[in-house]
């Protein structure tokens, strides 16, 4: 039998996401994305279709490579108005009860001090539901909004990653004892401070020379995701991600990433079961085949050809109107997000060019879609996890809601019937869920910041 397929709705605090043009259709109701029912009720949704989480990408900064400008990004509302994603996580906890919220946050413009206290404060608020999907940025348009000329290269945003990442452990792990809090009314003593440690960091990048501002919160560490492929990404990755979400458009190429991207973590010490991969996925179902083509044809009249080129652009930071049809688009080393120049010139066998890119942006973005019958879009997923070794999928919205209600009444039913999809969730916080454990296991890099009395404690309970 298959494993279990996860599934994370997909999602962002804008209007136009991943499928442009989306918003012009008549059922389309993601220009509300400003009002707390929006998201109330995507979060009801995606809960009644037990999904394992919400995932929310943000980003800092305007698309504006595509003929040099944002006009286009603009007009079409790609990505832009942007809110922040975060404060969606309370009003969505306050009206669910288990899923989960993977939420994008860039750490280069946020010190880990502050950084950490928010992410203890939201999962606390949801009962031990937050996690965090790691990035770094890369638009140079968000390095000009922060008082830089451009932003910093990129296998150095990783390694200021990599110190950030220590800082946060330590700050989450290391600085409270479990036992530090007393609450204790008779004796007056709320909490113990010789139980609660000063995290001391002077590194290249980060200086830290204070308590933890939060309590231990459920999960401590939220769950921890992350989203770059680059060969530096998938080893950074490796050491620290949980979850990693990946975009495949062919299974040998999605297959070579996960294995490459396991193997790395069990060279970590790392258990490759502790890392789940989720695939970026696009579906669209009818009750029949016809039906969904049908739908497919309708949502088609609504795509954005021009946003979707001006999404591409920023995240290959590459000018894709400076190519003519039909010639081959060129690698180039840029700061922007490598692993999608690398999946369109060096990893692919056939050449891309402008004609093969518009040609596949059937709903306003370079990802396919699966269209189909329910029992065929089933069909389809299982394949991809049978044959490439991920583990479920990020499923991004079309027309919004309308495209997660028609996942969840017609595609979640046939899962669970092939045994495939639970039927009920598993209690206890997000990490207990998705590993079985609410804590990062000893094997996991944070472990080895937590205080001495909490790890003899914790190995003694394994
Ligand atoms: C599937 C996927 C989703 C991503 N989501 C976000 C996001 O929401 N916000 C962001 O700033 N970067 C996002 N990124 C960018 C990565 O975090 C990373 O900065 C970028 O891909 C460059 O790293 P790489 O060259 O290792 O892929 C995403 C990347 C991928 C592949």
């Not at 020379?209 to 080893?235: F, K, M, N």
């Not at 996960?258 to 989720?278: E, K, L, N, Q, T």
């Not at 080129?309 to 003519?324: N, P, T, V, W």
């Not at 590993?435 to 205080?451: D, S």
Request: net charge negative; glycine share 8%; proline share 4%.
């Amino acid at each position: 039998m298959t494993k279990q397929i996860r599934l994370n709705a997909f999602d962002m605090n804008c209007i136009g996401h991943i499928q442009h043009g989306m918003w012009t259709h008549p059922r389309d109701r993601s220009t509300t994305y400003n009002t707390l029912e929006y998201w109330q009720n995507l979060a009801r949704t995606a809960e009644r279709g037990l999904f394992d989480g919400i995932f929310l990408a943000d980003i800092v900064g305007v698309y504006d490579v595509y003929k040099d400008s944002p006009a286009a990004s603009i007009v079409n509302t790609v990505q832009i108005p942007v809110n922040d994603p975060m404060l969606l996580v309370p009003a969505m906890a306050a009206v669910t009860k288990h899923i989960g919220f993977g939420v994008t946050s860039n750490l280069t413009y946020e010190p880990p001090y502050l950084f950490a206290r928010r992410a203890s404060t939201l999962d606390h608020l949801t009962g031990g539901r937050f996690g965090w999907n790691i990035v770094t940025g890369y638009l140079d348009s968000a390095a000009r909004g922060m008082g830089l000329a451009a932003q910093l290269d990129h296998d150095t945003r990783y390694d200021i990653a990599d110190e950030y990442m220590d800082v946060v452990y330590k700050l989450w792990e290391g600085s409270w004892e479990d036992d530090a809090v007393l609450r204790d009314r008779a004796n007056r003593i709320f909490a113990d401070p010789t139980k609660i440690h000063r995290v001391q960091h002077f590194g290249r990048h980060y200086q830290v020379d204070a308590i933890h501002l939060a309590e231990p919160s459920p999960q401590r560490t939220p769950v921890l995701y992350q989203a770059g492929s680059s060969t530096r990404g998938r080893e950074f990755a490796a050491t620290h991600a949980e979850c990693v979400f990946v975009n495949g458009q062919d299974k040998a190429g999605t297959s070579a990433v996960v294995s490459d991207i396991r193997r790395r973590a069990a060279a970590h010490g790392r258990d490759p079961a502790d890392i789940v991969v989720f695939l970026g996925r696009t579906v669209v179902v009818g009750r029949t085949r016809k039906e969904a083509e049908e739908k497919y044809q309708e949502y088609h009249r609504h795509a954005s050809i021009e946003g979707g080129l001006a999404h591409f652009s920023s995240s290959m930071g590459i000018d894709l109107s400076r190519y003519e049809l039909d010639e081959p688009i060129r690698y180039e080393k840029n700061n922007a997000n490598n692993s999608a120049v690398e999946a369109i010139t060096t990893l692919s066998r056939e050449p891309w060019t402008l004609r093969r890119i518009i040609g596949q942006m059937g709903l306003g973005s370079r990802n396919a879609s699966i269209v189909g019958s329910a029992d065929e879009v089933a069909d389809e997923l299982i394949a991809w996890v049978e044959e490439t070794g991920i583990d479920g999928f990020n499923l991004s919205r079309i027309v919004t809601p309308e495209s997660l209600e028609d996942f969840i009444h017609l595609v979640v039913p046939v899962l669970q019937d092939r045994g495939v999809y639970k039927r009920e969730y598993a209690s206890g916080p997000l990490r207990q869920k998705l590993f079985g454990h609410a804590r990062l296991p000893e094997t996991h890099p944070a472990a080895g910041h937590r205080h001495p009395s909490l790890q003899t404690r914790q190995s003694a309970a394994e």
